[in-house]
């Protein structure tokens, strides 16, 4: 592992001797306005997604509620980009599909919303911007990943701190324990799948890809309903108009077009940078919870959020910085590489042939030194 501040690049593909081939993914140049757009909408959208998902699973049971949302999704999701002309996926795309499925559907948002049966929206969100923390861990502990920068493990430390005080008993206004264990693992458990995405077997059709992922999420979705014993709990005639328009909402906007958003973002940007939504997501998770339903605001929850969100600050800034120099030097390697190609070889004078000369004796006494 190198000291050289943390990277999340990924490493180059494997050659085709030892991986099935798959086609370029990033075929086009991607712009900064791209980027910007895509980070906005899974900025605001998931920010408001953590209260849909706590008023959907009201009256639906949560993992019931959540496979509901992303199988129907993939489906709509699969079928226009197979309309729109996409390659049938092959068995290495449905593998990598339904990890990836595993860990950012089933352990990261199914994790969330049955925790949001124990915890405010509020909290949940709250909790979940620890993400950025475990991305550094994860990169760092991987085969090719770099030692963290003193700024790094000081961001990682401080956010550290601020998860000790936002669970601290008394402080936070009282926590249950169990919603708090099953929303860091959902966070862990969705920066272990945003690495992963970086190094998946995956289609070259964006939304394909996604869609997979949804349609392989909401099968271990609803799986795992099926093994707690939802379906014997659930009925249609007591779903409420408010949680069917919740669910109708994560369809359309959380899942269409934030999730999608967000799988663009792992194929086209930095991890770091894709996963500084968890500064926003939160303050617009609290605002809601607390001016919608009322949720709870306490002087700790502000406190341990401002200290983890001081954390994951110093993270992002000494990657970004980091990055920054690194995206330097490969651009001057590039233009020197680029001026050597363009000037004519160099042609060597014709050499004068002097007449020999007897070696001085210090040069002997050398020479025999070092041939001894």
């Known amino acids: ?59 639906i049971p949560p993992f019931t509620m959540a496979a509901a949302r992303h199988f129907t999704a ?39 919303v049955w925790a949001e049966q124990r915890v405010s929206s509020g909290m949940a969100a709250l909790l979940i911007c620890s993400e950025p923390m475990w991305i550094v861990l994860f990169a760092w502990l991987r085969r090719d990943g770099r030692r963290p920068s003193p700024l790094v493990v000081a961001g990682l430390l401080v956010g550290m701190a601020g998860l000790a005080l936002l669970v601290r008993p008394g402080l936070g206004g009282g926590v249950d324990r169990l919603g708090v264990a099953a929303v860091l693992i959902a966070s862990i458990s969705w920066a272990a799948g945003s690495l992963y995405v970086q190094r998946a077997t995956l289609p070259s059709s964006p939304l394909l890809a996604t869609s997979m992922q949804m349609l392989c999420g909401g099968l271990l979705l609803f799986a795992s309903g099926a093994l707690a014993g939802e379906p014997a709990h659930f009925a249609l005639s ?16 959380g899942s269409l077009i934030g999730y999608t958003a967000y799988t663009w973002l792992l194929r086209s940007a930095s991890p770091v940078l894709v996963s500084t939504y968890a500064y926003v997501n939160p303050v617009v998770a609290v605002f809601l919870g607390w001016a919608l339903v009322s949720e709870p605001v306490t002087p700790g929850m502000l406190l341990g959020a401002a200290v983890i969100l001081g954390g994951v600050a110093l993270i992002t800034t000494a990657s970004s910085g980091s990055a920054a120099r690194r995206h330097e030097r490969g651009e001057r390697l590039r233009q020197q590489a680029a001026s050597s190609r363009r000037q004519p070889p160099a042609v060597a004078p014709p050499q004068r042939h002097e007449p020999l000369t007897a070696p001085a004796a210090e040069d002997v006494e050398i020479e025999t030194c070092v041939s001894g």
Do not use: D, K
Request: aromatic letters at 8%.
């Open 238 to 253: 007591r779903v409420s108009a408010g949680s069917a328009l919740a669910v109708l909402y994560l369809i359309v906007f």
């Open 1 to 59: 592992m190198r000291a050289e501040g943390t990277t999340f690049t990924p490493p180059s593909a494997p050659a085709a001797a030892t991986a099935p081939a798959v086609p370029e993914r990033r075929v086009a140049a991607v712009s900064t306005a791209q980027v910007a757009i895509a980070l906005a909408t899974v900025y605001v959208l998931w920010g408001s997604t953590y209260l849909a998902m706590r008023l959907a699973s009201a009256t």
């Open 74 to 112: 993939g489906a709509l999701l699969y079928t226009f980009a197979r309309l729109r002309g996409a390659p049938r996926p092959q068995a290495a795309h449905w593998r990598s599909a339904a990890i990836i499925g595993a860990l950012l559907l089933l352990l990261g948002n199914g994790g969330v």
